[in-house]
């Protein structure tokens, strides 16, 4: 990536491409529901924890540092990357759609996921394959919307509402249930199996 760019936006977007092939094709041959309910046994195996059908958010954090990386230290004359980084540190009015586009993104897919949960079976086999295959990579670009332009230096109200010191504990219990989440879906999923 640091010394050739083209290629490494080629791998990028080859890996990025692989997941979302090999989440479709998952999706299509066992059938799986995006409710954790509804979860077959092999969902936890054959899909959930595998690296290749998780890596498409990563790639776009990747994706990010790199045009973070253009913006610091590239020349505006020979990058492009530089030139689209200067477009969202100039203009007020593509930071707040991104700011306002990023927000409604992840709020979105967070409260669908209540009805999609507790419904399943009012969703096809086509939304649960898309769902499942989409919904990682686009939670994410919100995020990357939301939080780009306040990695920029712009968003000051944002940076300073997110450095409040009463976050620091939210964010340790946070990264808590992100380390044991699974545990608890496999119980949960136990328990709707003996159910």
């Not at 799986?32 to 690296?51: E, I, M, W």
């Not at 540092?65 to 030139?83: E, G, I, T, V």
């Not at 759609?97 to 949960?117: D, E, P, R």
């Not at 990264?175 to 999923?189: E, K, L």
Request: glycine share 6%; hydrophobic share 50%; aromatic share 18%.
């Amino acid at each position: 990536m640091y010394h050739r760019r083209k290629i490494g936006l080629i791998i990028i977007g080859a890996i990025q491409l692989c997941c979302y092939v090999a989440n479709l094709t998952i999706m299509i041959i066992y059938d799986f529901s995006a409710s954790y309910k509804a979860a077959k046994d092999n969902y936890f195996t054959v899909y959930y924890g595998k690296p290749y059908n998780r890596i498409a958010p990563y790639m776009l954090g990747l994706l990010t540092a790199l045009f973070l990386y253009a913006y610091k230290n590239d020349d505006a004359q020979s990058s492009r990357m530089k030139r689209w980084m200067d477009h969202i540190d100039t203009k007020k009015w593509l930071r707040m759609i991104m700011y306002i586009g990023g927000a409604f993104i992840q709020v979105f897919l967070v409260l669908s996921f209540f009805w999609i949960n507790n419904y399943p079976e009012d969703f096809s086999l086509g939304f649960n394959t898309i769902y499942l295959t989409f919904s990682r990579s686009l939670y994410i670009f919100g995020m990357i919307c939301v939080l780009l332009p306040v990695l920029m230096g712009n968003g000051v109200i944002i940076r300073k509402v997110m450095s409040l010191d009463i976050f620091t504990p939210l964010a340790r219990l946070t990264f808590g249930a992100y380390m044991v989440h699974p545990i608890f879906q496999n119980f949960s999923t136990l328990d709707v199996y003996r159910g």
